[in-house]
Each structure stands twice: as C-alpha cells, then as structure tokens.
C-alpha cells in the first residue's frame, strides 16, 4: 500500500483496495480547478446504492450500500464534508478513513422514515450558511431527495443552485492511468471467472447453485457488489439473462444457457461479460448464428468508437446496420460507459452530447433474439488514440460442457 500514505495502521489492515493518493489528489484538484473558474462556491452529490454510486466514491473512495444515503459536500477551496445516515456523535465514515474529509457529520435519516427526509437537508442548510456559499452546483438533482432540494431552494432563496453534473460527468468519463489499472483488475477478474465457469457448470444443479459458487469466488478476490445473471432453457427456447429472483431453475442436459458477470473489482470499478454454455450438446446452427451475429454487430460498433465520435450519430449507423439484416432498431442501452457505476456516460442514446475522447471505457453488448435462439456478447473496451481495444482476454466463442 506504499501509493496510499500517512493513514492510520486501521486503514492498512482494513481497506484492501484503496485508490491512490496520486489519483484522489488529481481528481480533486481538477474538480476545484473548474468550480473556481465557473464560481461554484460548493457542489452536493447524493448515491444511496453502490451500483449508482460512483459521484459520492469519486470523492471519497467510498462506497455507498444498504440503501443508507450517504452526502458529500465538495468545496471549491479545502477539504470537504461528508454527511451520513448515522449516529451525530460518531459518524460515518470512521475517524480513520478521512482522505480529503475535513468534517464528518451524521443523522439517523432512513428514507423510509418521512420525518426524516429533512436530517440531511438541514445539515447543508447550516454548511452553506456557514461556509457564506452564492452558487452550490448540484450533481445528479435525479439522484438527490426531492424534499431536500425542495427545501434548500426555498430556506435559501439568496443561493444560487445548479446543475453541475455535466462538469463532473465530463471529468469522470475520462479515466487516469490509476483508473484504467483498476478497470482492467476488474475485467482480469471476470476472465478467471469465466476460465471457472466449465469446470462447475453440470447437470443437476440449480442456476442459483452456480450464482453462490461465483459470487464467493468473486468476494474471495476483493469484489464488494455484483450481479451474476443467467438464463438456462432447452435447445431451441431462447431465453435472456435473468436476475436473482428468477434464478430457481434446474439445468439439465440439452440444455442452453447464458450467463452474465456485472461486478465490481477490488476498488470499486465496474465491468461487464457475457459468454453461452451448451450442457452436454453442440451448438445448433440457430444458436452459433445469433452469437456470431452479436459479435460482428459488437465488432463493427467497436469500430466505430474513437476520439471525437458522436454517440447519437453512432447509435444511428448501428440501427441502419440492423435494419439491413431485418432486424428491428435496438431500443435497449447496448452501448455505454463504465466506471465506479454500473452505467455511466457517454451512452448510445440520442439524447447523449458527451463526444468519445481518449481513455474512456465502453461496455458493448449487442443482442440477437431470433425467436429460436439467443446471443448476446459482452465485452469491455478501452478508447485508444487509434480506436476502441478489447480488454477481455476469454474467447469469444460457445463453451460446451
């Protein structure tokens, strides 16, 4: 942990994946280069969930779980304050976690207690009076209490709110050298899963029995949240990648499945795979032609990501191609950026104006449904100067077992 310094002896024997100081500095700084040449006084982000929950980590390297908001309060100049659901007199999160966090407060607010809606609010109120704030830049409203913000555009009419999260969203989409290590942590762990797939994947068990096998693999190697969705059916009966709840089905031989990893790495960054088993048979033509077709769709998509490309106008070609193949315009989110949440931008949508630079990554995973059959790579990109590389080193091919 030698890129982590001056931190207490709980810090080292507690945090297996911290962020570097190198990284967290850099990220601060940048962040409070802007808000000063903008006249942003303070910015507020909210996540109350780790998969959506990257504004309030890119900050403090934190995780947000359990659905427990947790608030950071960013200043243009200094450290900044972290507000949680927590005891006042011993707040979240520990004494010695408190990289950048000059100010720890709490307040037992639980969402599904209405009287408390106002904990956290009032908190910000007596901060940004405190602190003399005009502009407070506000991340992700969407994300945010509506009570909240309700309240402190009218206990302080002389503030001046904004929207802030196009600033930081264009800052976060680009990942330092730090980040892509973590990033690329994140998918060398989703191969090795995928190298132990086949080996535990038989007749008999049920597809909740492979999810328990996984998911402790995962947390074994330092992943914090993760989703394992799946699909089983017969040869011949397409079926989706499913979550949890609907993971009660045995696999049988003859069978199909897909299977889908959407977990973090030690560290927080997320990534993506998706890969099809055949249980005790070949592939039938049906089903090796939907899979080669979501890898050529992914390939020729990859193809069009570089510096400088328009995610609207992507999306655009993408369709055109499916169309000439019969298929119907893709209405799903196939195409978009990763990071510290499960889906960040830039997006293939047509609202998205965010441009592809140099150094974002890109999860994409073109879906073919043939009625018969179902094929839905996968894979995770890294956008070079020259254009999008796949990062994953696990075959993209149909594994019989």
């Known amino acids: 942990m030698e890129w982590v310094t001056g931190v207490p002896e709980e810090f080292k024997t507690r945090i297996r994946f911290p962020m570097s100081d190198r990284e967290m500095k850099r990220r601060w700084s940048t962040v409070q280069t802007v808000m000063q040449e903008q006249g942003i006084d303070v910015l507020i982000a909210q996540n109350a969930d780790q998969y959506l929950g990257g504004y309030f980590r890119y900050f403090t390297d934190l995780p947000t779980e359990q659905a427990y908001p947790m608030s950071v309060l960013f200043p243009a100049k200094g450290e900044m304050t972290t507000i949680t659901s927590s005891s006042p007199y011993n707040p979240l999160p520990p004494a010695w976690f408190r990289r950048g966090i000059g100010n720890r407060l709490g307040a037992p607010y639980f969402r599904t207690f209405h009287y408390t809606d106002l904990y956290d609010a009032k908190l910000m109120e007596a901060y940004i009076c405190d602190h003399k704030c005009k502009t407070v830049g506000l991340i992700a409203p969407s994300l945010l209490n509506y009570k909240l913000v309700n309240y402190l555009k009218t206990a302080l009419p002389d503030v001046t709110f904004i929207d802030a999260t196009e600033l930081i969203d264009e800052i976060k989409a680009v990942k330092s050298e730090d980040e892509i290590q973590a990033i690329q942590r994140t998918v060398a762990l989703h191969d090795q899963v995928l190298?132990?797939?086949?080996?535990?994947?038989?007749?008999?068990?049920?597809?909740?029995?492979?999810?328990?096998?996984?998911?402790?693999?995962?947390?074994?190697?330092?992943?914090?949240?993760?989703?394992?969705?799946?699909?089983?059916?017969?040869?011949?009966?397409?079926?989706?990648?499913?979550?949890?709840?609907?993971?009660?089905?045995?696999?049988?031989?003859?069978?199909?499945?897909?299977?889908?990893?959407?977990?973090?790495?030690?560290?927080?960054?997320?990534?993506?795979?998706?890969?099809?088993?055949?249980?005790?048979?070949?592939?039938?033509?049906?089903?090796?032609?939907?899979?080669?077709?979501?890898?050529?769709?992914?390939?020729?998509?990859?193809?069009?990501?570089?510096?400088?490309?328009?995610?609207?106008?992507?999306?655009?070609?993408?369709?055109?191609?499916?169309?000439?193949?019969?298929?119907?315009?893709?209405?799903r989110l196939f195409a978009h950026g990763q990071g510290y949440d499960l889906v960040e931008r830039p997006a293939f949508f047509k609202g998205e104006t965010m441009k592809v630079k140099e150094n974002m990554f890109f999860a994409i995973h073109p879906e073919i449904n043939t009625g018969k059959a179902f094929g839905n790579y996968c894979d995770q990109y890294l956008v070079t100067k020259d254009g999008a590389v796949r990062v994953e080193t696990t075959p993209r091919q149909i594994y019989v077992v």
């Open 195 to 331: 190298q132990m797939v086949p080996g535990i994947l038989h007749p008999g068990m049920y597809e909740y029995d492979l999810r328990a096998e996984v998911n402790k693999f995962l947390i074994s190697k330092g992943s914090e949240e993760n989703l394992v969705m799946m699909g089983s059916a017969p040869q011949g009966t397409p079926t989706p990648k499913l979550h949890s709840f609907y993971q009660n089905r045995r696999i049988e031989d003859g069978d199909d499945l897909v299977f889908m990893i959407e977990a973090n790495g030690g560290g927080g960054y997320y990534a993506e795979i998706v890969r099809g088993f055949c249980i005790g048979h070949q592939p039938s033509k049906e089903l090796q032609y939907a899979w080669d077709l979501s890898r050529e769709l992914q390939d020729f998509t990859a193809e069009l990501v570089k510096p400088g490309s328009d995610c609207a106008e992507m999306l655009e070609i993408y369709n055109n191609k499916l169309v000439s193949y019969g298929l119907q315009p893709e209405t």
